[in-house]
């Protein structure tokens, strides 16, 4: 089945610094990727969905400038923390749908980082 | 706006009982409904999803669920728990139409199967 390979698993950063959370799409075309954040004991709440060679959209509330996120593949995208803060500690969860699938296939989802800004 | 309520947060069942975890829907038409399963530190596992068509659908690991639109439904059951169900379940609703399908989760229930 499709697999999507998120690394890292997990990173501990120093408040003040900035993480690269890597997704990336093994054996299938990623056209759209979405980013979700999952705080403990609660749901993935979606941050932002991204278009391979475009912008991408950003939900109400999350600052696009701290969560930069680069689309710049089929098979790639990169979620960048920027300035990382203690409160930003958090699960990163990405998850992709395969261009080749009718577009409401399920979502294929990666194994999730696990952030910790100290 | 679409929303998912998932009323219980905590559930223990004894292993070989039965479960049924419980999810309703906000939504102005039927949506695309998905249950998808959490072990620890891991990512999302889909056990099964509806679109149309058959109200009840199957699964993987033994799991169905079936659609009740006149209740707003999508419960999930298995009819003999496994110590090894033991995880977090998310009820996701998806938006028909358009190039993509953001999805909206429900809170969770985690399961938790006692000997």
């Known amino acids: 089945g499709a697999v999507v390979s998120q690394h890292p698993s997990w990173v501990i950063c120093k408040s003040g610094t900035s993480v690269k959370i890597e997704c990336r799409s093994l054996?299938?075309?990623?056209?759209?990727m979405f980013w979700y954040r999952q705080f403990p004991k609660q749901s993935l709440m979606l941050m932002a969905t991204?278009?391979?060679?475009?912008?991408?959209?950003?939900e109400q509330g999350v600052e696009k400038d701290k969560f930069l996120i680069n689309h710049a593949s089929l098979t790639l995208s990169t979620l960048t923390v920027t300035s990382a803060h203690p409160e930003d500690s958090s699960f990163y969860i990405c998850?992709?749908?395969?261009?080749?699938?009718?577009?409401?296939?399920?979502?294929?989802f990666g194994n999730g980082t696990r952030l910790t800004v100290t | 706006a679409q929303s998912v309520t998932q009323p219980d947060i905590h559930i223990t069942v004894s292993e070989g009982a039965s479960l049924e975890l419980r999810c309703n829907y906000s939504?102005?038409?039927?949506?695309?409904l998905f249950w998808y399963v959490q072990s620890p530190g891991q990512g999302l596992q889909l056990l099964l999803k509806y679109f149309s068509g058959d109200t009840l659908v199957q699964g993987i690991k033994g799991f169905e669920a079936e659609f009740k639109r006149s209740q707003s439904s999508f419960n999930l059951r298995k009819p003999s728990v496994h110590w090894s169900d033991a995880a977090e379940y998310f009820c996701a609703v998806g938006t028909p139409g358009g190039a993509t399908n953001k999805l909206i989760f429900g809170t969770g229930t985690l399961l938790a199967v006692q000997p």
């Open positions: 939504y102005g038409a039927t949506p695309y």
């Open positions: 998850s992709a749908r395969d261009g080749q699938q009718p577009y409401n296939s399920p979502l294929h």
């Open positions: 991204s278009n391979e060679g475009s912008k991408a959209t950003y």
């Open positions: 054996d299938f075309q990623a056209t759209t």
